[in-house]
């Protein structure tokens, strides 16, 4: 199965912060062309949390990364190349970032590539089981899959809808991830917008999900 990781470093926002931040992307990248088990690595701005648009002017980050194994992510941390990244890195965090690795049920290479990526993230306790999320997510895949294609007249318009799922690997408290590529911010729009969508997307909110869109790019 792949292994997908996700990263959301908090930033200061002061002007400073975020050009430093900006100029020290290009560390990251040469320290991820030579990380051994890299398959892919994209970067992107976040552009809306929890329902909520970002603030012009306010810098969110996402990083999403692919790995041929789980070993591969540990390795990356200790090498210099992530180092020297982290040494720029610090002064700049508002919060430690931890690097989340999950083992997903199909690559990330499609939610990716596309324009948009909602990526949701749930807590595993011991009164939500797995099979209860998974379950919950399916609900929520389901009907965002069946909107996806619009009966309009005698046309049948597809919007064509990515996604994978996991549990996480090194985290302490363990999560869930499900994660949706859109192909653009009308897509997404429509799709949401439809009441089997919001009653769905309120169980995963129940269930106590945090998620973000975000627009990413190749590093």
Request: proline share 5%; hydrophobic share 40%.
């Amino acid at each position: 199965m792949p292994f997908t990781e996700f990263a959301t470093p908090i930033v200061k926002q002061d002007d400073e912060s975020r050009q430093a931040l900006l100029a020290a992307v290009p560390i990251l990248a040469t320290a991820l062309a030579n990380a051994p088990g890299l398959k892919q690595s994209v970067f992107g701005n976040i552009v809306s949390e929890n329902g909520v648009d970002v603030e012009p002017g306010v810098l969110k980050l996402a990083l999403g990364i692919e790995w041929e194994q789980e070993k591969n992510l540990s390795d990356f941390l200790i090498s210099d190349g992530f180092k020297t990244f982290g040494g720029k890195m610090k002064p700049l965090a508002a919060a430690p970032t931890e690097p989340q690795l999950y083992k997903t049920d199909l690559a990330p290479s499609a939610i990716f590539a596309v324009t948009l990526t909602e990526v949701f993230r749930i807590p595993i306790t011991e009164e939500k089981k797995v099979g209860e999320i998974q379950h919950a997510w399916k609900h929520f895949l389901d009907a965002v899959e069946t909107v996806g294609t619009e009966s309009m007249d005698d046309n049948i318009t597809k919007h064509e809808v990515h996604s994978l799922c996991g549990t996480s690997l090194n985290l302490e408290k363990k999560l869930f991830v499900g994660a949706i590529g859109y192909g653009g911010p009308d897509v997404r729009e429509t799709i949401i917008k439809n009441q089997s969508v919001l009653t769905a997307r309120k169980t995963l909110e129940q269930l106590g999900a945090n998620y973000f869109v975000v627009s990413f790019s190749t590093i």
